[in-house]
């Protein structure tokens, strides 16, 4: 038994080998924070109010939950005339985010090359500084002898 291996051994085995630690994720790129996000539908558009109404009415439920639910069964008996308003404001809000993100790409196409310029300015700027600090140091100690 010493040099064979168990039937509970090979699965250990198995279970290591499926799991891959360490290695690099390739998926989605990282986030920017100057992307702006994304409008909401006329759903979530219908939320934002209903949200403030259900908190008056039940100013003791904490429930994130109860309230979506709640709001889920408001929406789908709305009609479609009692929807309307809500479905505009979110096509105006949809258009807005359209032109932020035209802007947004226009920017992201020129910018790079804006900030590499200032980027390399910066660091020419504190260069010099360390270099005459350098210099006057050197300059004192020859006035002192």
């Known amino acids: 038994m010493k040099g064979g291996k168990s039937k509970a051994d090979t699965k250990k085995a ?7 630690k360490g290695a690099p994720k390739k998926g989605k790129p990282a986030k920017d924070p100057n992307k702006p996000k994304r409008p ?34 408001k929406w789908k008996s709305l009609s479609d005339a009692e929807k309307a308003p809500f479905i505009q404001k979110a096509e105006k809000r949809k ?34 500084n360390d270099e005459d600090d350098g210099d006057d140091s050197g300059e004192e100690d020859e006035d002192d002898d």
């Not at 198995?14 to 891959?20: E, I, M, P, Q, T």
């Not at 219908?46 to 908190?55: G, H």
């Not at 985010?97 to 920017?107: G, I, L």
Request: a negative charge; proline letters at 4%; aromatic letters at 10%.
């Open 14 to 20: 198995d279970g290591r080998l499926a799991v891959k």
């Open 40 to 73: 909401p539908s006329a759903f979530f558009v219908f939320m934002e109010d209903f949200r403030v109404q259900y908190k008056q009415k039940h100013p003791n439920n904490k429930s994130v939950a109860a309230v979506g639910k709640a709001g889920g069964e």
């Open 95 to 128: 258009s807005d985010y359209e032109k932020t993100m035209t802007a947004y790409n226009k920017k992201l196409a020129e910018g790079p090359q804006e900030d590499e310029q200032e980027d390399e300015s910066d660091k020419s700027k504190s260069e010099v």
